[in-house]
């Protein structure tokens, strides 16, 4: 008999990656091994500060004690059930939901397991709503890649190698012009990112969503958000809707729900909350015991440390710290809360990027002229003293 094992120790990681990993990323930028609080460690022993979190998913760092005793103990417990049975975590989280985003009682809350399924789900939403399909999304904005949420995503280099495109969604500028010119009664739904994550932290134009949802409550049409980057607490409120005063009906969420743990949710508002009717949509593993215990730890850890209050204190604190470095390759700050988008001159991105890591910090160049940062809800004095070391050691090395 062949002894096809192969010995790991030999091999270097980036080689195993290469051979054992699809394609679909980039070659990864280090082997980690562990982390604590807004830190990581990789193989070497090198220590990183973390101002990425996980693309914004690590709400609470790494290693929280929180999320470790709650899964911990769940894990002993109970990980999964199918969906022909309810546990007490999901109920749990489906009203702590319904709560923070402001849906009350006609809300409704259905679990995935990431951005891209929420995304999913809500474009089903649309199409239940009075057999309308014509959907209306936004330029350069990400709502994910599994077909759906890529037909939902404006940024037509991403769709060119899987086209044709789910029929039916047609974008627009990010105006109150452009939206006013496309919508129409025959509009099953507007679904936008409040601040444009993955074009690089840029919020929508002051007053957009009260015009948006002015519009579509005017013809009919649900205003979806997307949440998955902008919520649970990363803008300074639960959701950044929130700071426009408005209410949707509908709003997408993952990334940092769970701390970590693959969940994803969509929660339905008002009229909205009918359209789905049994067997239109499912998930084997989405709410299952497992996550939603975890999620309910990381919610509950975030409202009574005033983790809300410390994302609106510290995202000043960062921007003032990085324009205070007075450096000719940074151009603005964008965002809002801990989700930031630091804009630098064409080309200097990735080698500001590429330095900083080299100097013990986690960001990331998102573009050629955008670095997003997303620390931990946590972060503190400490730790945004050290990124101001390390971020202006990096600006000056480039």
Known sequence: MTDTTTDTTTR??????????????????????????????????????????????????????????????????????????????????????????????????????????????????????????????????????????????????????????????????????????????????LIVEPIKGETGVVPLPEGYLAAARRLTERHGALLIVDEIQTGVGRTGAWFDYQHAGIVPDAVTIAKGIAGGVPLSALVTFGRASSLFQRGDHGSTFGGNPFSTTVANAVLEEIETRDLLGNAARRGPQIRDAVLGMGSSLVTEVRGRGLLLGIGVVEGAAQPIADAALERGLIVNAINSTSIRIAPPLIVGDAEIAEFADRFGAALAAC
């Open 12 to 189: 270097d990681w980036r080689e195993r990656q290469a051979d054992d990993l699809m394609a679909s990323y980039a070659p990864a930028l280090r082997l980690l091994v562990r982390g604590e609080g807004c830190w990581v460690w990789d193989d070497e022993g090198t220590a990183y500060l973390d101002f990425l979190g996980g693309i914004a998913v690590n709400s609470l760092g790494h290693a929280h004690p929180v999320v470790v005793a709650a899964a911990s103990s769940q894990a002993a417990t109970l990980v999964h059930v199918s969906n022909y049975f309810t546990t007490p975590s999901q109920l749990e989280l489906a009203e702590r939901l319904k709560r923070i985003t402001g849906a009350g009682e006609g809300g409704r809350v259905y679990f995935g397991n990431s951005g891209a399924e929420a995304n999913e789900a809500a474009f089903k939403l649309a199409r239940r709503n009075g057999g309308r399909t014509r959907i209306l999304a936004l330029k350069n904005a990400f709502h994910g890649r599994t077909m759906g949420a890529l037909a939902l995503t404006g940024k037509p280099a991403l769709q060119q190698a899987f086209e044709p495109m789910v029929p039916g969604v047609e974008h627009l500028d990010s105006t109150v012009e452009a939206l006013e010119v496309a919508m129409r009664d025959d509009v099953a739904a």
